[in-house]
């Protein structure tokens, strides 16, 4: 799906307009006059924000049509630091939770950060990008969802790598050494960062890391001079919380009203955008994708937790009772799914990952998560 900051980088789009405007930004295109073949058509565009205006050329006119869609953005005007918008936009509590979150992830793991614009090799974007789409099947899959941008992904795969060497897009991502754990793609317009596409490692889940992406972009946004981060259409509970700027969408119909076909075919279509914005006020919309989700909930297979942890112990195990015990790196695909456990325990153990080992008893089904301070029995279920 096509992105307002997409669109706004389109020759055909800059061809029918001087600029677009939004906060106190004005953007000034300087295109030539549209070809015959763009001139006679009518043109549509959806889900551009109600804070952007658009300035036709003299010989075009704009119809709107509000859409059915609240949009969601973080305002970063007057901001000097992230610190500062955590200050004035939440309470003490949810900031603290934020910051926990930030502060626990970085504790217990060896965690950098970059944003690729400008410059990538094509090795590290395909390789990124394929930890991205692994991310979103995994994550999903968990959740018995389909994630809507899938079906893109090919389009996605190709035509990124040329947007960022552009700066027209760009990948964000936290590292936990060499490993990435969260992922975001993102699109570039002027001093507006839109957040298309992110995703994390679900081993890592009681970290917040959609918390830490934002709360990191937004760091970068503000020392690089951007005035808006976007997290775009729908009312997930992340957006509600961090956005202090919810608005409309609407559609805009661009046409030339000394062609009397054009005048027509615009008349037309925003009558039908019309209907169908009204359909979708009414939940029409939403009839198809609430019968698909539940024949497929439905036919959902119930699973089985693979192992059941014990509560962590408060002091160090003895080192007589692992010592006949084998060490195992959970993050080997043969444990892999032991390694959400020794994660969760460093969270709450507040234990370094370095500082961590696993071990099991042999032709067991018992395992040992152990810290310096701190140890977990893991059960693996029959």
Known sequence: MEVFPQLFHKENFKALCTGVTYNACNVVYNTNTPNNKTAQKTHAFKLLPEYVTIHPKANYKIKSIPQHNMGYAISLEHMASVEEYLQKHFNSKKRNIIKRFVNRLEHCFHITYKLYIGNISKEKYTTIMQALHQMIIQRFDERNEQHKNLNEWEYLLNNTYQQ?????????????????????????????????????????????????EIYKQLEWCIENGYVLFEMGVGGMDYKRRWSNLIYQYHQYIIYNPHAKLNTIEATLKHGFYSLKEYLKAKGFNEIIPLVLQKLKNNNKKETTALYTALDILKQPINREAVQNMEEINPTDTAHAALNRYRNDFLYTSLEHEQHTKVYHATNTNTYIISGKTMYQTILKNN
């Open 164 to 212: 960022i060497l552009e700066k027209k897009a760009s990948l964000f991502v936290i590292y936990n050494n060499e490993q990435p754990i969260e992922i975001s793609l993102n699109y570039h317009f002027d001093k507006i960062l839109f957040s298309y596409i992110s995703s994390y490692h679900t081993d890592y889940s009681k970290f917040g890391l959609g918390h830490v």
